[in-house]
């Protein structure tokens, strides 16, 4: 079963066209990335998934559910989390309370019982605390809860990232260049970390500029050019695609 | 002890957890004493030129406390708060003369409908960013003015105002005296500080400074920032038209002219200057702000100079404020460590609960 599908989704900015009748299926408890050379519509894409834009034509549907146009928190409160290109971290907010944010979807508790801390609300507070050291250690960031987000470093940004959107319980995570700006060592762990996510039955779209990573990791690949579909099939297949290697040779000259 | 060991000391101090409620209590308690000292030192008429003056700290703090929700909390610019707090003032003015209600009974209907108006005129625009809103705000301002000045409905008396509005009372006590109404003015801060405190470390306070700090980010995170926003506003209008109560019953006679644009701006300088968000910060700030206005009063042009001076200095050498937010902890060193992690780098080899497939993949 596809646990979301793409169905041609259309987005223009003014006479540029993003993204052009964009067309694809993940299915359910895969890895799968969206590759292309720079400006392709990739993050395009991914904000139309997420609510942040609204697709000029077209539809997303997530679990049978057309969920296209959506607002942003209740695309979240479906399952639905991502992480951003350009790391958006709260800069000036401890690690733990940026994860708390990724739980606070979960929490149910009002104004008032929040405020004047009714026993339940405690404990969904202390829940809540201790779900997301739990996201922290998955990524292994456990031991710097309390160091300010801004002061971590890159790589470790991105980590926290994951940890916040992994901590709204999603099932479904969309991750956009999660290892621009790591080292080799860093990436070769975010690859472990990206196979422990799907191993938690998540399913994984993300966006990555790394070929190593893309190939050893996601079972399938879909590549855009232009705003469009030009290739989609497994790693093998892709490597060999000749339009596709047309499309990256054409960057690289 | 050396200078150094001492600054140390404080700066642990000032981390407790429970340093603020301390400071905050302590704070209030020598409030409590304030008119008894002012007896005790023989000030001049009794002290009640300094009474008054406190007394309108007081609601000022009160008032500036509520705009701190939406501006320091929220990250919303709004600097059209007077126009709720005059709703409330005149509610309470209209309730007292015309239909004679007590004060105490005027007050929640004060604030239901400066935070009925807050939300009307709220939805529209709580959209809009940063300048945008401030600009629509500043209108909201001007236009409540202008319709007191003009008699709307043909009850708030136009230019003249309301006069005659009735003392608080309760179970036969008459809030009187300049003493009382301190006492009276002083335990609504009090009772704001509290609110708010507990507002500020709730799950509804974090949510707001998310909002803050980015609010694309908070989306994402499944926040429904336009609900926040909107709450933040009418919570705020809410309790500034309750001080507006109180302000109405303190000043017995009350006119457009009390609730301009110059108004709405000093309150927004008491937040930005005091420290966005921080309740310390605002109290501070009332203090100095509304304090110092009165103390240079008789350099009425001057006075604007030097306020304009501080507030550029202040933009430039400490732009957080006086006394900013202190940084919210929380008690999970407990849980570090206590759980497998998923990342071999941090754990070794140790323990990686999906590592059979490493490899086999490419
Ligand atoms: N909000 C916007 N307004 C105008 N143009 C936009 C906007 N967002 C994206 N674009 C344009 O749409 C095109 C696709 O952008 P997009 O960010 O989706 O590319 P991308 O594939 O993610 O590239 P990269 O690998 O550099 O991140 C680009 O030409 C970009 O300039
Ligand atoms: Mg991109």
């Known amino acids: ?253 | 002890m050396s200078a150094g060991a001492i600054k140390e000391r404080c700066r642990e101090l000032q981390n407790k957890r429970w340093f603020a409620s301390a400071a905050f209590v302590c704070f209030f308690l020598f409030m409590a004493l304030a008119p008894s000292l002012l007896d005790l030192f023989g000030v001049s008429g009794g002290g009640i030129a300094q009474l008054d003056m406190l007394n309108k700290i007081g609601i000022s703090a009160a008032l500036a406390l509520s705009l701190n929700v939406i501006l320091g909390q929220a990250g919303l610019f709004h600097m059209g708060h007077t126009a709720f707090f005059a709703v409330g003032a005149y509610t309470t003015a209209v309730l007292s003369t015309m239909y004679q209600w007590p004060i105490f009974s005027a007050m929640p209907v004060a604030g239901l409908l400066a935070a009925a108006i807050g939300l009307a005129v709220a939805l529209p625009i709580i959209h809009l960013r940063g300048d945008y809103l401030l600009v629509v705000t500043i209108g909201i301002v001007e236009i409540v003015r202008i319709a007191l000045m003009n008699n709307i409905f043909g009850i708030t008396g136009g230019a003249n105002g309301i006069y005659g509005i009735a003392r608080p009372a309760i179970f036969g006590f008459v809030f009187n005296s300049p003493k009382s109404q301190f006492y009276l003015i002083w335990s609504f801060t009090a009772l704001t500080v509290f609110i708010f405190y507990l507002l500020e470390h709730s799950r509804f306070g974090r949510a707001l400074n998310y909002i803050k700090a980015d609010d694309t980010a908070a989306a994402g995170c499944g926040i429904n920032v336009a609900r926040y926003k909107l709450a933040a506003f009418t919570l705020g209008a809410f309790w500034a038209g309750m001080a507006g109560t109180l302000y109405a019953a303190n000043i017995r006679t009350i006119e457009p002219t009390s609730f301009n644009f110059f108004e709405s701006v000093i309150l927004f300088a008491i937040v930005i200057l005091g420290g966005s968000g921080s309740i310390a910060g605002v109290l501070l700030g009332s203090f100095l702000l509304i304090g110092l206005q009165d103390v240079f009063r008789d350099f009425d042009s001057a006075r604007m100079l030097v306020f304009g001076l501080a507030m550029m200095a202040m933009m430039i050498f400490r732009p957080q404020g006086l006394l900013p937010p202190r940084r919210r902890r929380y008690d999970a060193r407990k849980l570090m460590g206590k759980y497998a992690c998923g990342i071999s780098r941090q754990c070794g080899a140790k323990y990686n609960p999906y590592d059979e497939d490493e490899g086999s993949a490419s």
Request: glycine residues 8%; hydrophobic residues 45%.
């Open chain 1, 1 to 253: 079963m596809s646990a979301l599908s793409l169905r041609n989704l259309l987005k223009t900015f003014g006479g540029l066209v993003a993204v052009a009748n964009v067309s694809f299926e993940v299915e359910d408890l895969s890895i799968v990335g969206l590759i292309g050379p720079n400006g392709a519509g990739k993050t395009t894409v991914f904000n139309m998934i997420t609510g942040n834009y609204r697709p000029d034509s077209g539809d997303v549907i997530f679990n049978r559910r057309a969920i296209t146009g959506m607002p942003t928190h209740e695309i979240v409160s479906l399952g639905i989390a991502r992480t951003f290109q350009n790391i958006r971290l709260f800069q000036n907010m401890t690690v733990l309370e940026n994860v708390l944010a990724g739980c606070h979807c979960r929490m149910k508790a009002g104004l008032f019982s929040s405020m004047f801390r009714f026993p339940r609300q405690r404990r969904e507070e202390r829940h809540a605390v201790e779900q997301a050291m739990r996201e922290l250690a998955f990524v292994g960031l456990d031991r710097q809860y309390n160091n300010l987000a801004g002061n971590l470093s890159y790589g470790n940004q991105r980590l926290l990232e994951i940890a916040r959107a992994l901590a709204s319980q999603p099932r479904f995570l969309i991750l956009d260049e999660p290892a621009g700006g790591m080292n080799d060592q860093e990436t070769e762990d975010l690859m472990g970390l990206i196979r422990n996510i799907r191993g938690r039955d998540i399913t994984v779209l993300l966006i990555e500029h790394d070929m190593n990573l893309v190939m050893r990791v996601c079972e399938k690949i879909v590549v855009l050019e232009y705003g469009a579909v030009i290739a989609e099939g497994t790693p093998a297949q892709i490597k060999t695609n000749p339009l596709v290697i047309e499309a990256y040779l054409g960057v690289e000259d």
